[in-house]
């Protein structure tokens, strides 16, 4: 089993930055992709980005168009760790924010695909 635990969630003013860090149990961390995604009341979850496994070349990134230049995803598999870092926030990007683990790296823009999640971490962007 796999439990992550996401932090780093708060108040920030429009225009600022914020970063969001997802720790994971065991040392397989680096087997899975892990995703992003948020939830804001009353929507559905959506996604916003995904970092693969480190591989030869590098890890794969993918991120939705609404956050593409403004957030970044790193890992730190020695830490057992994944991070999103937030700049130049909107209040659209209020939303609790999940982090989660797939054991593979296909429909990563899909919730159904992951297997492990977090709890959340709420992200409130004030205008």
């Known amino acids: 089993q796999v439990q992550l635990v996401e932090s780093g969630g708060g108040l920030v003013q429009a225009g600022g930055s914020l970063r969001l860090s997802c720790a994971a149990s065991?040392?397989?961390?680096?087997?899975?992709?892990m995703g992003w995604f948020r939830q804001a009341p009353g929507k559905e979850r959506e996604f916003v980005g995904v970092i693969g496994r480190i591989g030869r070349s590098g890890a794969n990134l993918y991120y939705a168009d609404s956050v593409k230049g403004r957030f970044t995803i790193s890992r730190d598999n020695a830490k057992n760790t994944v991070y999103l870092q937030m700049n130049s926030l909107k209040p659209e990007d209020t939303a609790v924010y999940y982090c989660?683990?797939?054991?593979?790296?296909?429909?990563?823009?899909?919730?159904?695909?992951?297997?492990?999640w977090g709890q959340g971490t709420q992200v409130t962007v004030s205008s």
């Open positions: 989660a683990a797939d054991s593979g790296f296909r429909d990563y823009d899909s919730p159904s695909s992951y297997d492990y």
């Open positions: 065991g040392r397989t961390f680096s087997s899975y992709a």
